[in-house]
C-alpha cells in the first residue's frame, strides 16, 4: 500500500463509524502567527481600483520590466491574502481573507525573501495580515540558498520569494488527523490568489510545489512538526548571470525566531499527518521533469461535447472586485442557471488549468476533475468529466446526483439545490506508484486552486460558492462508480443563492 493512498485511507470518514466530537474551546489555535522582533516594516495602503476582466487576466501572459518595490509588494500580499469581510462574534470580532478556508481556520502563512526588490533589505521577513507588517527575521541575503533549495528557471534571476507554508493544529483542532488534507487545500486557494495577483502586476513569476523539504524548514526557521513549507512562489527578472553552484551555508536562526515558531504545550501532533508529510519530503540534489498521463480512476465518458467560449456580459464582475467580494455561500435556491454560465466557469478552468507549474506535468496529471449537472438550462443531468488537453467534457451517466451527494457529504441537504458540483477525484495508488508520495501534495493544492478559480469565477457570474471537503469517502466512491484506489477528495457547488449566507 503507498504512503498516499494509506493516509487517506485512515482519515476516510464512515457513517457509521464517526463520531461527533466536541471542540477544546480553551485551546483554540491563534490565527495570527507574530514574532518579537524589531525592523517591523508598515505596508501602504494598496489601490484596488484597477480592473481586469478574469479570464484575460488567467491567460495573460505580457512581462512588464518595472522594477519590483515595496509598493508592488504590498500590492501582491493584500491581493493574495488580505482581510476582506468582518463579523461579530461573542468572542469578538473576527475577519475572513480572500483565500477560501475550511471552517476558516486559516492554517496557511506567507514568509518573503528578498533579494533585489527596490527601497527593501535583501533578507528574509515573515507577513503579518493582521496587522500588515513584515517583520525581518533573518538579516542575510538568502538568494544562492534558495537558489539551491528550490528550482529555477534558465536565464532568469531571482527577484524575490514567496514562501507559502502550513500550520497543523490550526487545521488539525477541528479536524483532527484528516486536517492535512485541508491544510493542503487551503494552500492552493492561496497560490491561486497568488498567481492572480502577480499576474496583475506584470512581473514573471514561477511557482513550485518541489524543493528541498529540510533546508527551506531550516531557512525560516520552522518547528517541523508544527509548521512545514508547501510551496515557493519566484519573482524573477531575466539575467545572463549565472547561479552560483557551490554550497552556500545559513547562520543559525536566532533563538527569539525559534520560539517564535515553537508549538505551544497545548498543540496535538497526530503521527498520520508527521508520517505522510515527511515521507513525500524531497532531499535529492537535482530537480529532473518527471511526466506522466492522468492515472485511471475507473469511469470514463460516453460522449463529449466541446467547451464552448462566450463573451463577457456587462453583469460580471471584474477582478479584482470578484476576489474580494468572495465569500462560502451555503443558501442555494432551486432555480436554474442559464448553459453560458456553466461556459464562462469551464472555460476559466480551462484557462488556469494551463497556467499550473510546467516544470513537471505531475501537478494536473494527479487530478480528475468531474462536475455533477443538476439545473443548468441545456445541459443534461448527470455525471460529467472533464479533459482540458481537449477542452472539452464528456458524458459519464445521466442522472441527477446532487441529492445523493449531499447525503454522502454528511447530510449537508443545503447542496441538493446547487446547479452544479464540481468534483476533484484522484487515484492515490497510482500518482503515488508514478511521482511517489509527494504526489499526494501535488493533487490536493491543484485540487485548491482550481477550486478558488470557481470561487472568485462564481462570485464574478453573480452566483453563490461553497466548497466542501467532509464526506463520506467510500459512500462517495460508490455513487460515482470509482476504482477502488479512486477518491472524491474535495466537492465545490455552485448556484443561484437565496441571501448572504457566509462562512469562510
Same mark, same amino acid.
Given at each position: 500500500?503507498t504512503?498516499?493512498?494509506?493516509?487517506h485511507i485512515?482519515?476516510?470518514?464512515?457513517r457509521?463509524?464517526l463520531?461527533?466530537? /466536541?471542540?477544546?474551546?480553551? @485551546?483554540q489555535? !491563534?490565527?495570527? %502567527?507574530?514574532?518579537?522582533?524589531?525592523?517591523?516594516?508598515?505596508l501602504?495602503?494598496?489601490n484596488f481600483?484597477s480592473?481586469? @476582466?478574469?479570464?484575460?487576466?488567467? *491567460?495573460?501572459?505580457?512581462?512588464?520590466?518595472?522594477?519590483?518595490?515595496? +509598493?508592488?509588494?504590498?500590492?501582491?500580499l493584500?491581493?493574495?491574502?488580505?482581510?476582506?469581510? %468582518? /463579523?461579530?462574534?461573542?468572542?469578538?470580532?473576527?475577519y475572513?481573507?480572500g /483565500?477560501?478556508s475550511?471552517g476558516?481556520?486559516y492554517?496557511?502563512e506567507?514568509?518573503?525573501?528578498?533579494?533585489d526588490?527596490?527601497?527593501?533589505?535583501?533578507c528574509?521577513y515573515?507577513?503579518?495580515?493582521?496587522?500588515?507588517?513584515?517583520t525581518p527575521?533573518?538579516?542575510?541575503?538568502?538568494?544562492? =540558498?534558495?537558489?539551491? /533549495?528550490?528550482?529555477?528557471?534558465?536565464g532568469?534571476?531571482?527577484?524575490?520569494?514567496? =514562501?507559502?507554508?502550513?500550520?497543523?493544529?490550526?487545521?488539525?483542532?477541528?479536524?483532527?488527523?484528516?486536517?492535512?488534507?485541508?491544510?493542503?487545500l !487551503?494552500?492552493?486557494?492561496?497560490i491561486? @490568489?497568488?498567481?492572480w495577483? #502577480?499576474?496583475s502586476?506584470?512581473?514573471?513569476f514561477?511557482?513550485?510545489?518541489? =524543493?528541498?523539504?529540510?533546508?527551506?524548514s531550516?531557512?525560516?526557521?520552522?518547528d *517541523?512538526?508544527r509548521?512545514?513549507?508547501?510551496a515557493?512562489?519566484?519573482?524573477t527578472?531575466?539575467?545572463?548571470?549565472?547561479?552560483? +553552484?557551490s554550497?552556500?551555508n545559513?547562520? &543559525?536562526?536566532?533563538?527569539?525566531i525559534?520560539?517564535s515558531?515553537?508549538a505551544? &504545550?497545548?498543540?496535538?501532533?497526530y503521527d498520520? #499527518?508527521?508520517?505522510?508529510?515527511?515521507t513525500?519530503a524531497?532531499?535529492?540534489d537535482?530537480?529532473k521533469?518527471v511526466?506522466?498521463?492522468?492515472p485511471?480512476?475507473?469511469?470514463? &465518458?460516453?460522449?463529449?461535447q466541446?467547451?464552448?467560449?462566450?463573451k463577457?456580459?456587462?453583469s460580471?464582475?471584474?477582478?479584482?472586485?470578484?476576489?474580494l467580494?468572495r465569500?462560502?455561500?451555503?443558501n442555494?435556491?432551486?432555480?436554474?442557471i442559464?448553459?453560458?454560465?456553466?461556459?464562462?466557469?469551464? *472555460?476559466?478552468?480551462?484557462?488556469?488549468f494551463?497556467?499550473l507549474?510546467?516544470?513537471? !506535468?505531475?501537478?494536473?496529471?494527479?487530478?480528475?476533475?468531474? =462536475?455533477?449537472?443538476n439545473?443548468?438550462?441545456g445541459?443534461?443531468?448527470?455525471f460529467?468529466?472533464l479533459?482540458?488537453?481537449?477542452?472539452?467534457?464528456?458524458?459519464v451517466?445521466s442522472?441527477s446526483?446532487?441529492?445523493?451527494?449531499?447525503s454522502?457529504c454528511?447530510?449537508?441537504?443545503?447542496l %441538493?439545490?446547487?446547479?452544479?458540483?464540481?468534483l476533484?477525484i484522484?487515484?492515490?495508488?497510482?500518482?503515488? *506508484? #508514478?511521482?511517489?508520495?509527494r504526489?499526494y501534495?501535488?493533487a490536493?493544492m491543484?485540487?485548491?486552486?482550481?477550486g478558488q478559480?470557481?470561487?472568485?469565477?462564481?462570485t464574478?457570474?453573480?452566483?453563490?460558492?461553497?466548497?466542501?471537503?467532509?464526506?463520506?469517502?467510500?459512500?462517495?466512491?460508490?455513487?460515482?462508480?470509482?476504482?477502488?484506489?479512486?477518491?472524491?477528495?474535495?466537492l465545490?457547488?455552485?448556484?443561484?443563492v %437565496?441571501?448572504?449566507?457566509?462562512?469562510?
Open positions: 500500500m504512503a498516499s493512498i494509506k493516509y485512515e482519515t476516510c470518514y464512515d457509521y463509524l463520531k461527533g466530537r /466536541a471542540l477544546d474551546w480553551e @485551546n489555535p !491563534d490565527l495570527y %502567527k507574530s514574532y518579537s522582533a524589531k525592523g517591523l516594516i508598515n501602504s495602503k494598496t481600483s480592473k481586469y @476582466n478574469l479570464w484575460e487576466l488567467s *491567460e495573460t501572459k505580457s512581462i512588464t520590466d518595472n522594477k519590483t518595490d515595496l +509598493n508592488l509588494l504590498a500590492k501582491i493584500d491581493l493574495s491574502y488580505s482581510f476582506t469581510a %468582518k /463579523a461579530r462574534h461573542a468572542t469578538g470580532d473576527f475572513y481573507r /483565500a477560501a475550511a476558516a481556520l492554517p496557511n506567507i514568509y518573503l525573501g528578498t533579494y526588490v527596490h527601497g527593501l533589505r535583501s528574509l515573515h507577513y503579518g495580515i493582521k496587522h500588515r507588517q513584515l527575521i533573518r538579516e542575510e541575503n538568502c538568494i544562492h =540558498f534558495v537558489s539551491q /533549495a528550490t528550482p529555477k528557471a534558465e532568469c534571476e531571482l527577484v524575490a520569494t514567496l =514562501f507559502i507554508t502550513g500550520i497543523f493544529f490550526r487545521s488539525s483542532w477541528k479536524y483532527r488527523e484528516r486536517a492535512y488534507r485541508y491544510v493542503l !487551503d494552500a492552493g486557494h492561496l491561486q @490568489n497568488i498567481f495577483a #502577480i499576474t502586476t506584470g512581473v514573471s514561477s511557482c513550485h510545489y518541489d =524543493f528541498h523539504d529540510k533546508n527551506i531550516d531557512l525560516l526557521g520552522l *517541523e512538526k509548521e512545514v513549507c508547501l515557493c512562489v519566484h519573482l527578472k531575466k539575467s545572463a548571470v549565472p547561479t552560483l +553552484n554550497k552556500v545559513l547562520f &543559525p536562526s536566532s533563538k527569539t525559534i520560539k515558531s515553537q505551544p &504545550p497545548h498543540e496535538v501532533v498520520q #499527518i508527521d508520517d505522510i508529510h515527511w513525500g524531497m532531499n535529492i537535482l530537480f521533469p511526466t506522466g498521463n492522468i485511471s480512476i475507473g469511469i470514463q &465518458p460516453k460522449t463529449w466541446p467547451i464552448q467560449k462566450y463577457k456580459t456587462e460580471e464582475m471584474d477582478y479584482p472586485d470578484a476576489l467580494f465569500r462560502s455561500k451555503r442555494f435556491i432551486n432555480r436554474s442559464p448553459r453560458k454560465q456553466l461556459m464562462r466557469l469551464l *472555460e476559466l478552468l480551462d484557462l488556469e494551463r497556467q507549474p510546467s516544470d513537471t !506535468d505531475c501537478y494536473s496529471a494527479s487530478v480528475s476533475i468531474g =462536475f455533477l449537472a439545473n443548468i438550462e445541459v443534461e443531468p448527470g460529467y468529466l479533459d482540458f488537453n481537449r477542452h472539452c467534457f464528456g458524458l451517466k442522472g446526483f446532487t441529492a445523493a451527494m449531499a454522502v454528511l447530510e449537508q441537504h443545503w %441538493k439545490n446547487a446547479s452544479v458540483h464540481f476533484f484522484s487515484n492515490f495508488s497510482a500518482i503515488d *506508484e #508514478i511521482w511517489g508520495p504526489s501534495r501535488y490536493m491543484t485540487a485548491g486552486r482550481i478559480s470557481i470561487y472568485v469565477g462564481s464574478a457570474l453573480g452566483m453563490g460558492c461553497c466548497g466542501i471537503g467532509a464526506l463520506y469517502d467510500y459512500e462517495a466512491q460508490s455513487l460515482l462508480d470509482l476504482s477502488e484506489d479512486a477518491f472524491l477528495y474535495y465545490v457547488a455552485v448556484g443561484p %437565496k441571501h448572504k449566507s457566509d462562512t469562510g
